[in-house]
């Protein structure tokens, strides 16, 4: 079983940084994962925060891009989001959400986390 535990959320004044981190376990060596982020405002849609292109690079929601940087630490199958300058507009529940690869031996999924809360006052 994969599990997928975020940290790092809280309340903070705009311009503040904040460091999210997603820790997941339960991995199959032999399977592929993928990792994004999403957020989920109060009243609005889940939306990602940073996918991947088909060459692996990071893809940054507008509304994040120059302020958020995705990086991860394999070693310790931990990815993390650092948000600089965050904002207002940023509030929002955080989640990670890993895909399995679907291969001769892995069969497709996803796993989520259940989110840390981040809040940003003006």
């Known amino acids: 079983q994969v599990t997928l535990v975020e940290s790092g959320g809280g309340s903070v004044q705009a311009g503040s940084s904040l460091s999210l981190s997603c820790k997941a376990s339960?991995?199959?060596?032999?399977?592929?994962?993928?990792m994004k982020w999403y957020r989920q405002a109060p009243g609005k849609e889940r939306e990602v925060v940073v996918d991947?292109?088909?060459?692996?690079?990071?893809r940054y929601a507008d509304p994040v891009k120059g302020r958020f940087t995705f990086s991860r630490d394999h070693a310790k199958n931990t990815v993390n989001l650092q948000m600089n300058n965050l904002r207002p507009e940023d509030t929002a529940t955080y989640y990670c959400?890993?895909?399995?690869?679907?291969?001769?031996?892995?069969?497709?999924?996803?796993?989520w986390g259940q989110g840390t809360q981040v809040t940003v006052s003006s």
């Open positions: 339960g991995y199959n060596q032999y399977c592929t994962y993928t």
């Open positions: 959400k890993s895909e399995r690869r679907r291969t001769y031996y892995c069969t497709p999924a996803e796993f």
């Open positions: 991947f292109d088909s060459a692996g690079n990071a």
